[in-house]
């Protein structure tokens, strides 16, 4: 299917398993699989734009199957396979009551088994299936086909008002498009897509279990929730619609992965289970040696043949218990039930008895054990030259005051005003339908600035050099009656108004655990850099001279009291706007002052203590994933009872060598 040279296939063989199809090679003579398919053409954006054909379209249909996810409803099996025997000996051998009993019991058990797992599978099914109306270009033309309809690419309208969710996976052609992801990754943070590039099509890599931290951000995932998609807004792209082609469709999408893996679970090397036929397999083979050696005592004794069949087929019913299955369903049956009034919903009844042998439960902590919002407690700045840090400062007007007459004369005002500014810019915030959507952890900093957040058309973290235009970019500035600084004034002695305009910014990224900004002020020379982030990370690049000597007691003794702790640091660039958009990461944080530290407050949820303390009496051991300070999740856990609150708990801290190097050293503190 990769080849330049394949010749053309009069018959197309292909092996469905599992929802996943298998194609017949002819050249490499084996089944490949078909989800991994990238098509060669894929290289220019302006030729796969047009979309494809119907017969193109007809032939693509074959081999990818139809958009959806349609899980078959199995039929019910035939019940009281494994009884069948045991219940026609037991009716020979005049055993009526118990044979009927029995019976009833299989009966019973078995049907409520399949009730509930035929309800779950239902409910599964409506869950996944998802059918729309969508605009695709076929033939060069508009139209109006349903989502089955479309095949890898497929050029759809993803800014139609009437598509609310993804129904494949795609790639963003034109336009820019937030999405809610949660249902993928269970964070509810708006997710931001840009277009994708020539050079990001030609890297694409469809074999690969997961999408690229770099292609992730054109990527649109099939299922997931559309908060706001435009068409083109930088005025050189004449789309007037917001364009995407069809990468991965049906079962081969991640969404499909996620539903086949719930539905064909990884088999679990439970012992239970393994016990359980060694048991079996132990009394069969004790049946079989006392089947043989009775058969043969009942000959001797010259017992009519057919008593001889029936009590020797008896020993092994009895010495295997045909009610042991039937016993153990039940058993699962009443577990299924308590299950399903808490909501929660299974359909492999099997893994009940996996749930029961659970013995260490992994929380992440934001969201999980603590509340999913934060609340900014205060701002600690660094004053200078003292190089020690201000006392708290709990609200916008305390960090900087509006009128000069408020202001201390022996205070820098410099570094509010920077701790100030990175907390009303530094972000990745939208606006969808005149509300504000992004990170809680950004909303509530903007809501202590007090600041106006008005979007541009142009989106700073996927800014090129060419599309660059002012008067496109976001904008941030104080709500009306504060937009004049009383110390910044021109020379006729007039307040100048202080507006940021985004230049570009810098997304955060798990590994750096840091984001960053560039904005500049209306009709200044120089540009600003804020970058916000975890305090060890934005310490190991700022100037060592501008980090006051308490930094660190100042950051345990909030992170020891389970407060979370964002450091702000900042440096000034002249101002060259080719220059500034071009800028790479690693220059534009580098070479930072600090300038103090962002405190907020996260509160555990009601419920954490009682689980976790439920946990432990159960004898289940518990663990907290997080990425926080290594100490405000060390004070959660003793306020949670996770760990002893009067436990003593060691840190350790790499501080001689490497990690490459086996001469590196570590200290507990």
């Known amino acids: 299917m990769d080849e330049e040279d394949d010749p053309v296939m009069s018959t197309l063989r292909f092996l469905d398993y599992r929802y996943i199809r298998f194609c017949f090679h002819p050249l490499k003579d084996k089944f ?21 054909d119907s017969d193109e379209r007809h032939r693509r249909e074959q081999v990818f199957g139809k958009n959806q996810i349609d899980i078959e409803q199995k039929s019910i099996p035939q019940l009281l396979v494994d009884e069948i025997c045991s ?57 109006q086909v349903t989502s089955p309809e479309l095949v890898p ?34 964070e509810s943070v708006p997710v931001s897509k840009v277009p994708v590039t020539n050079e990001s099509l030609r890297v694409l890599d469809l074999r690969s279990s997961s999408i690229s931290a770099e292609a992730a951000k054109n990527f649109l995932y099939g299922g997931t929730k559309i908060i706001r998609a435009r068409r083109p807004q930088d005025g050189k792209d004449e789309e007037a619609v917001a364009l995407a082609i069809v990468a991965r469709t049906g079962f081969d999408t991640t969404k499909g992965a996620l539903v086949r893996s719930m539905l064909f679970p990884k088999p679990s090397g439970f012992k239970f289970y393994k016990d359980a036929f060694r048991y079996i397999s132990v009394m069969a083979g004790v049946a079989g040696a006392g089947f043989v050696a009775s058969f ?66 992994c929380f992440d902590k934001t969201g999980t054990l603590t509340e999913e919002g934060l609340d900014v407690l205060g701002v600690r ?52 339908d005149g509300e504000l959507v992004g990170d809680p952890l950004d909303l509530k900093m903007l809501e202590f600035s007090g600041w106006i957040f008005e979007e541009g058309s142009q989106d700073p973290f996927s800014v090129q050099n060419e599309d660059a235009r002012p008067q496109d970019c976001s904008l941030v500035k104080p709500q009306a009656g504060a937009e004049f600084d009383p110390l910044e004034t021109d020379g006729s002695g007039m307040g100048i108004a202080v507006q940021l305009s985004i230049i570009k910014g810098f997304e955060f990224v798990s590994h750096l655990r840091r984001a960053s900004i560039i904005v ?48 702000s640091a900042t440096k000034q660039l002249p101002y060259d706007r080719n220059l500034l958009q071009d800028m790479e990461r690693d220059r534009a944080e580098s070479e930072l002052d600090f300038v103090g530290f962002i405190i907020f407050e996260n509160k555990l949820k009601f419920a954490t203590t009682e689980t976790i303390e439920e946990l432990e009496q159960a004898g289940i051991r518990q663990i907290m994933c997080t990425g926080d300070n290594i ?11 996770i760990i002893n609150r009067t436990a003593h708990c060691f840190v350790p801290y790499l501080v001689e060598g490497t990690l490459d190097l086996h001469v590196a050293t570590m200290q507990l503190t």
């Open 381 to 432: 700045v660094v004053h200078r030259p003292a190089m020690r840090f201000s006392d708290l400062l709990s609200s916008s007007s305390a960090l900087l005051p509006g009128a000069s007459y408020e202001r201390d004369p022996t205070v820098d005002y410099g570094v509010h005003t920077a701790v100030l500014h990175t907390m009303a810019s530094c972000h990745s915030i939208r606006t969808v």
């Open 153 to 186: 690419g497929d050029v759809y309208e993803v800014s139609d008002p009437s598509l609310t969710q993804l129904p494949c996976d795609s790639l963003l052609l034109a336009g820019d498009c937030i999405v809610n992801e949660s249902m993928l990754t269970g």
């Open 631 to 641: 100490l405000t999740a060390i004070s959660v856990a003793k306020e949670c009872s």
């Open 296 to 361: 043969i005592n009942f000959v001797r004794l010259k017992l009519a043949w057919h008593l001889i069949l029936v009590r020797a087929l008896d020993l092994i019913t009895i010495v295997v218990p045909p009610a042991l299955p039937a016993t153990l369903t039940i058993g699962i049956n009443f577990a299924l039930s308590r299950l399903k009034n808490k909501n929660i919903f299974c359909i492999s009844p099997q893994r009940v008895n996996v749930g029961g042998k659970l013995d260490v439960i």
């Open 520 to 567: 500049s002020q209306t009709g200044s020379q120089v540009a600003d850099v804020f970058v916000k982030g975890a305090p060890e990370c934005v310490k190991a690049i700022c100037k060592p001279e501008s980090l006051p000597v308490d930094y660190e007691d100042l950051l345990d003794f909030y992170t020891h009291r389970g407060f979370r702790v964002i450091a």
């Open 32 to 52: 490949m699989l078909c989800s991994d398919w990238k098509d060669s053409n894929w290289t220019n954006l302006r030729s796969i734009r047009a979309g494809l």
């Open 87 to 143: 219940l026609i000996l037991w009716s020979l051998d005049e055993y009526y009551y118990y044979a009927a009993c029995i019976f009833l019991i299989s009966i019973v058990s078995i049907t409520t088994t399949l009730f509930e797992t035929r309800s779950t599978m239902n409910r599964l099914r409506e869950i996944s299936r998802f059918e729309c109306d969508i605009r695709v270009i076929r033939n060069g033309f508009w139209r």
